[in-house]
């Protein structure tokens, strides 16, 4: 079994910065896929940024030049710097983690860039 706890989520002020933090316990080896997704009040999940294999990333448009993914593999944990704010940025930012061929979620951390 495999859990994933995300921290890191608050309130920012538009052009603040946030780092986002992705802990993963349990049976963790042969990773296939890791990132972070997000899904604002009225909207579909959608893919922020993530590790597709090994070290490769894929980042979303709107997340390019001013999202940073990173991991830490001794610590299981994966980092999203988000510089730059915007209020469309506000949502619930969740980590996902593929392993064999199963999905696994954690529970979000809600971001809100406001003034």
């Known amino acids: 079994q495999v859990q994933l706890a995300e921290s890191g989520g608050g309130l920012v002020q538009p052009g603040g910065s946030l780092r986002l933090s992705c802990a993963a316990s349990?049976?963790?080896?042969?990773?296939?896929?890791w990132g972070w997704y997000r899904q604002a009040p009225g909207q579909q999940r959608e893919l922020v940024a993530a590790?597709?294999?090994?070290?490769?990333?894929n980042y979303a448009d709107f997340a390019e030049g001013r999202f940073i993914l990173s991991r830490d593999n001794a610590a299981n944990t994966v980092y999203l710097q988000m510089n730059s704010l915007k209020p469309e940025d506000t949502a619930v930012y969740y980590c996902?983690?593929?392993?064999?061929?199963?999905?696994?979620w954690g529970k979000g951390t809600l971001v809100t860039v406001s003034s």
């Open positions: 996902k983690l593929t392993m064999r061929r199963l999905d696994y």
């Open positions: 349990g049976s963790i080896f042969n990773i296939d896929y």
């Open positions: 590790f597709t294999s090994g070290t490769s990333t």
